[in-house]
């Protein structure tokens, strides 16, 4: 436990660190001092690698001089400086012995680089390296500063990067982002840092300035808004989708934004990618505003042909089912899974949607049916 007597403070007892070995100790959330015993003289630095974040006290000294184990930076035990021209100098305090007690003058560890540390990324983002971005992350992370907002300037770079040079095949930039740090957060310390980073380099690319798409002036309202997004979404008019969907958010109408772009996506033609616009789902319009309407107009808008005479009859039984849906009582009946099988592997479509309607109105739990749907695709 360390104690604090005017600037300095006591860290460990020498006898914790013994001639020729190391010792962390953590001084705050997420930040550690590193303590070296070389020929019974203390040293004291950061424990944090300038470069990447990874633990000193796992690195080796020779001639005064501490090598990170992890990507060989090498640094003067003494005065910290970097013998790497790519990597900062390691902060270094003083240390005394007083009566077998190891103190340390710490000064102020208050972090004041963030500013810096997110250009860093931003650089990162827009060269796609991932040396840059990964230290960038790290260090942020070092400065205690919240992954929520470093994810933030991650998904403003990606929307500027998908409105200049994607189109809405860019979906999968985003289901990549959102998998990379949902794997992330099953992880601590340098396997999340990486985690992270695969992540980032999902959203980086070139990002051109482009002009401020601003919302539509006075009077309009989300009931006029609604049918001009039906109707450009018919006609393939993904610019126009964009102005309609800032409109409709500088209106207070975000909550209906998504559904209606779903709507969009899957009713008419059967578009192969609503899971891109699920994956938009998980981010918050507020903070991914630019990304989330850029790309949900692209989806929207994209031009196609019309369906294949198979899906337009598809697309009719589905809307006369769904009004049967709504009727029906949904009372919970045993499961007959092999009539439901049966009924889906028909050549007889409509067979195959009686099949699914009559298993949803008696009631069967839809993560049921989608098991049984996955299991016989993979059998298929």
Excluded at 349 to 378: C, E, M, N, R, Y
Aim: glycine share 8%.
């Amino acid at each position: 436990m360390a104690t604090q007597e005017t600037q300095w403070t006591k860290l460990a007892d020498l006898s914790e660190v013994p001639t020729g070995e190391a010792k962390a100790v953590r001084i705050g959330e997420g930040r550690s001092i590193a303590l070296f015993n070389v020929d019974d003289k203390i040293y004291a630095t950061d424990n944090q690698c300038p470069h990447m974040g990874y633990p000193l006290t796992r690195g080796r000294i020779r001639h005064n001089i501490l090598t990170c184990d992890w990507h060989e930076r090498s640094f003067d035990l003494e005065g910290g400086g970097c013998f790497n021209v790519e990597c900062d100098d390691l902060q270094t305090f003083p240390a005394e012995v007083r009566d077998g007690e190891i103190w340390v003058q710490l000064g102020d560890l208050t972090y004041k680089r963030k500013a810096e540390h997110l250009s860093l990324l931003w650089e990162g983002l827009l060269s796609g390296d991932r040396w840059t971005m990964s230290k960038a992350i790290a260090l942020l992370l070092k400065g205690g500063v919240p992954e929520g907002e470093i994810v933030e300037l991650i998904l403003r770079h990606l929307g500027r990067h998908i409105a200049s040079s994607h189109g809405s095949e860019a979906g999968w930039d985003v289901a990549r982002l959102m998998n990379g740090l949902s794997v992330g957060r099953r992880y601590k310390d340098a396997d999340r840092l990486i985690a992270m980073t695969t992540a980032a380099c999902a959203a980086s690319g070139g990002a051109a300035e482009r002009l401020e798409v601003v919302p539509l002036p006075e009077p309009v309202a989300w009931e006029n808004i609604e049918p001009w997004i039906r109707s450009f979404s018919r006609d393939g008019h993904s610019g126009r989708i964009e102005r309609c969907l800032f409109t409709a958010y500088t209106l207070g109408d975000a909550d209906k934004i998504l559904s209606l772009l779903l709507e969009c996506t899957v009713e008419p033609h059967f578009i192969g990618f609503p899971d891109n616009l699920i994956s938009l789902g998980y981010l918050s319009e507020e903070k991914a505003f630019e990304l989330v309407f850029n790309l949900g107009a692209k989806l929207v808008g994209r031009r196609r042909g019309e369906p294949q005479r198979f899906r337009r009859d598809a697309i009719g039984i589905m809307r006369d089912k769904l009004n049967e849906l709504d009727a029906g009582d949904n009372t919970p009946t045993d499961y007959d899974e092999d009539s439901f099988v049966s009924a889906l592997t028909s050549v007889d479509i409509q067979k195959s949607f009686d099949g699914v309607a009559a298993a949803l109105k008696d009631g069967v739990p839809i993560d049921q049916l989608v098991s049984t749907v996955v299991i016989l695709a993979a059998d298929r």
